[in-house]
């Protein structure tokens, strides 16, 4: 059972970029995953882990934090294994490691606390420069 995150680099403030989280195992065969709930989190040094989004099993379903709301946004392709997160006009408030994180999928949509997840990823740093 694997999570991988990737495409974190170092990107200027209002700029872009896409960071990926690819499930394998068999856990996350193709028919599993789309049961899954995903949500990306991120953590920078001195503070603690935050939600950022989550994306219910069927992408119907979509929630963001406060501090990302209108920047970034969530999306996956189950046929892929393989849940987005579009990051857009960048701060550098948003540099951390970004985690993804899987649950099965829940009754009242993706949770928003770390406690509730099950299968977490190595994260991928993603660094703004001002």
């Known amino acids: 059972v694997q999570l991988q995150a990737s495409g974190g680099g170092l990107v200027q403030a209002g700029g872009s970029l896409r960071v990926s989280c690819v499930a394998s195992?068999?856990?996350?065969?193709?028919?599993?995953?789309?049961?899954?709930?995903i949500a990306w989190f991120r953590q920078s040094p001195g503070k603690e882990r935050e939600f950022v989004a989550a994306i219910d099993w069927s992408g119907g379903s979509r929630k963001y934090s406060d501090s990302v709301k209108g920047r970034f946004t969530i999306s996956r392709d189950n046929a892929k294994n393989t849940v987005y997160l579009q990051m857009d006009a960048v701060k550098p408030e948003d540099t951390a490691v970004y985690y993804c994180?899987?649950?099965?999928?829940?009754?009242?949509?993706?949770?928003?606390?770390?406690?509730?997840?099950?299968?977490w990823g190595q994260g991928t740093l993603v660094t703004v420069s001002s």
């Open positions: 994180a899987a649950v099965t999928a829940q009754v009242a949509g993706p949770p928003l606390y770390s406690s509730k997840y099950n299968y």
């Open positions: 195992g068999r856990t996350f065969s193709t028919y599993s995953f789309s049961t899954y709930d």
